[in-house]
């Protein structure tokens, strides 16, 4: 039989974080990581977030089944039997189909798959078998390195975030909105500190929803500072590089339009630093910074003023090497 708490009956967003904490509290007795904390949450405020109506079971109902959900997942009864069925059972003094029951609800609810990328471990994600098989227009499965190297055209069996984050790429680029945020939305579902899809997202919603917008380039630029530190060394070609200097740059073009020129002017001389060869022509917006000019007042600039400005600037500045 469920056992029943004092007000189990009240309310989703006031059993909420009971739940959570009470899950969260014997996840770390059970070894659990602050990744494991952090994907535990992120799973239990997506039920939230799709049940309708109360959460009419006990806390301990649901601390149960949140974490036999997330054992299953990422196979963690295997190693330590205190994530088993059983065991969450005798700990939270309830029966195993109770557990069992509440689990297959978020399954459902949540349309959770084996190895789902969204609320896994990112080292059991990445060796998914499913990401890295591929199949092709004629219903052939094989690898994607295979499918990449013989130039055979294929659909992934299990799309990853970066897959998701360049579709929209493609869509946005072709003016598609739309798509492209349902394809910003999905890579982020599955890795929310993805810097490309933040960056993707945020452009999106640049004309529309400006303050979201600027959330998703701050969200970007934080990840890249903690990524590369105060690196001043040019970067490589390589992937996610590109997506570190678009965040760099679209959080500094954020600032800009804010009036802020002065930290504007910082993140584009440290794009230049890390680009030095500067395809994008950033060095005339660090110059325009400098002076303190506005996004509009530069636009009207001719090509031979913002020649001068970049001349006049950088001499006293010392942003950018000519010679690169």
């Given at each position: 039989?469920?056992?029943h708490?004092?007000g189990?009956?009240?309310?989703?967003?006031?059993k909420?974080?009971?739940?959570?904490?009470?899950?969260i509290?014997?996840?770390?007795?059970?070894?659990?990581?602050?990744?494991?904390?952090?994907?535990i949450?992120?799973l239990?405020?997506?039920?939230?977030?799709k049940?309708k109506?109360?959460?009419?079971?006990s806390t301990?109902?649901?601390?149960?089944?949140?974490?036999?959900?997330y054992?299953?997942?990422n196979?963690?009864?295997?190693e330590?039997?205190?994530?088993?069925q059983?065991?969450l059972?005798?700990?939270?003094?309830?029966?195993?189909t109770?557990i069992?029951?509440?689990a297959?609800?978020?399954?459902?609810?949540l349309?959770?798959?084996?190895?789902?990328?969204?609320?896994?471990?990112?080292?059991?994600?990445?060796?998914s078998?499913?990401?890295?098989m591929?199949?092709?227009?004629?219903g052939?499965?094989?690898?994607?390195?295979?499918?990449?190297?013989r130039?055979?055209?294929?659909?992934p069996?299990?799309?990853?975030?970066?897959?998701?984050?360049?579709?929209?790429?493609?869509?946005?680029?072709?003016?598609?909105?739309e798509?492209?945020?349902?394809?910003?939305?999905?890579?982020?579902?599955?890795?929310?500190?993805h810097?490309?899809?933040?960056?993707?997202?945020?452009v999106?919603?640049?004309e529309?929803?400006?303050?979201?917008?600027?959330?998703?380039f701050?969200?970007?630029?934080?990840?890249?500072?903690?990524?590369l530190?105060?690196?001043q060394?040019?970067?490589?070609?390589e992937?996610?590089?590109?997506?570190?200097?678009?965040?760099?740059y679209?959080?500094?073009?954020a600032?800009?339009?804010?009036?802020?020129?002065?930290?504007?002017a910082?993140l584009?001389a440290?794009?230049?630093q890390l680009?030095?060869?500067?395809?994008?022509?950033?060095?005339y917006?660090?110059?325009?910074?400098?002076?303190?000019?506005?996004?509009?007042?530069?636009?009207e600039?001719?090509p031979e003023?913002?020649?001068?400005?970049l001349?006049?600037?950088?001499?006293?500045h010392?942003?950018?090497?000519?010679?690169?």
């Amino acid at each position: 039989m469920e056992r029943h708490t004092a007000g189990s009956k009240a309310g989703a967003q006031g059993k909420e974080q009971p739940i959570l904490s009470e899950a969260i509290t014997l996840a770390k007795e059970l070894g659990a990581t602050t990744e494991d904390e952090k994907l535990i949450a992120k799973l239990w405020h997506a039920y939230c977030k799709k049940k309708k109506g109360i959460l009419s079971s006990s806390t301990e109902a649901y601390a149960a089944g949140l974490l036999w959900q997330y054992a299953r997942l990422n196979f963690l009864w295997e190693e330590n039997r205190g994530w088993s069925q059983k065991r969450l059972a005798q700990h939270f003094g309830i029966g195993t189909t109770t557990i069992g029951t509440r689990a297959a609800e978020m399954e459902n609810l949540l349309k959770i798959r084996l190895f789902d990328q969204r609320f896994m471990q990112k080292t059991l994600a990445e060796k998914s078998p499913f990401a890295s098989m591929a199949m092709t227009p004629q219903g052939f499965i094989l690898s994607r390195e295979m499918a990449m190297e013989r130039n055979i055209p294929f659909m992934p069996l299990q799309k990853t975030a970066r897959d998701h984050y360049v579709d929209g790429d493609y869509h946005l680029e072709r003016g598609m909105r739309e798509k492209a945020m349902q394809c910003y939305r999905k890579a982020l579902e599955i890795d929310d500190e993805h810097v490309g899809a933040n960056v993707g997202m945020g452009v999106a919603l640049a004309e529309t929803v400006p303050a979201r917008a600027r959330s998703h380039f701050e969200t970007a630029f934080r990840l890249t500072k903690e990524r590369l530190g105060n690196r001043q060394q040019a970067l490589t070609q390589e992937s996610p590089n590109d997506e570190y200097l678009n965040a760099i740059y679209n959080y500094a073009i954020a600032l800009w339009k804010e009036g802020n020129t002065s930290e504007a002017a910082k993140l584009f001389a440290w794009h230049l630093q890390l680009e030095p060869e500067d395809n994008e022509c950033i060095r005339y917006l660090a110059a325009a910074c400098h002076e303190g000019l506005s996004v509009r007042a530069f636009e009207e600039y001719t090509p031979e003023q913002r020649e001068a400005l970049l001349e006049r600037q950088n001499a006293v500045h010392g942003f950018w090497n000519p010679n690169m």
